[in-house]
């Protein structure tokens, strides 16, 4: 059947830790990615979801200074109704879910990385995000990308190369994500993610692919006949 975009979620803090009473129907099997994107150099974010854990992906450090994180959890169907992360120094926060059903139980295609992440200062809020290769027909890109010039108001509201399902969390610490479905193998090129207005962003920006689920075979019920032979 394919990756499909189930649902979204995000919210947002000035202190504290991070933590959302997320509203998903969730069904076992189903992948949720998670982005924290919090203040200050080096902070440090930590699942802190007990017996219902996230793994952790990558994190990637803005040319200013901030940090956004990448986790992903395969769902058991029996989830918690809010998820929560630990900083290590308390500053402003925003969190974002992006819940898919229809991955690969190993997740990604292609995953966070240092050669999957990319940072940089652009005074006209045009964030680029590395090409990437797909392995996997049927794969789904995702986009994710992080502004600390401005975290408080910076919206980033456009993203090219046909991706779609835009997801901005704007107030304390601005962070946005989009995908793409059904990619072919092969290059996907660059990709560009802007702020509205064209603001400046000094961002850390991904580009990564889920891996489809393997359809499972189908069983040949076909009833065969021996010939009997008569002597």
């Known amino acids: ?22 509203g998903l129907t969730i069904k076992g099997g189903d992948v949720i990615l998670a982005g924290v994107h919090a203040n200050l150099a080096a902070n440090t974010v930590a699942d802190n979801n007990g017996s219902t854990p996230f793994a952790f992906d990558d994190f990637g450090d803005n040319p200013d200074s901030a940090r956004l994180c990448l986790f992903n959890r395969v769902c058991n169907g029996n989830e918690p109704s809010a998820f929560a992360f630990t900083l290590g120094s308390s500053a402003r926060w925003s969190l ?44 789904c890109g995702v986009v994710w990308v992080a502004d600390d010039f401005a975290p408080t108001t910076t919206v980033f509201n456009t993203v090219n190369n ?70």
């Open 96 to 139: 974002l879910l992006r819940q898919y059903r229809g991955v690969d139980r190993a997740v990604w295609d292609v995953a966070p990385s240092a050669s999957t992440r990319a940072t940089g200062d652009s005074g006209t809020g045009l964030a680029v995000a590395s090409a990437i290769s797909i392995l996997t027909p049927g794969a």
């Open 1 to 22: 059947m394919g990756i499909s975009l189930v649902a979204t979620a995000s919210i947002d803090g000035g202190s504290g830790n991070p933590s959302i009473t997320h």
């Open 162 to 231: 046909s991706y779609g399902n835009l997801v901005n969390e704007s107030g304390q610490q601005c962070q946005a994500s989009a995908d793409k479905l059904g990619l072919s193998t092969g290059t996907t090129g660059t990709t560009t993610i802007s702020t509205s207005g064209g603001t400046r962003a000094t961002y850390v920006v991904y580009q990564v692919a889920l891996k489809p689920a393997m359809a499972p075979p189908i069983e040949d019920r076909r009833v065969r006949f021996q010939p009997l032979l008569v002597r």
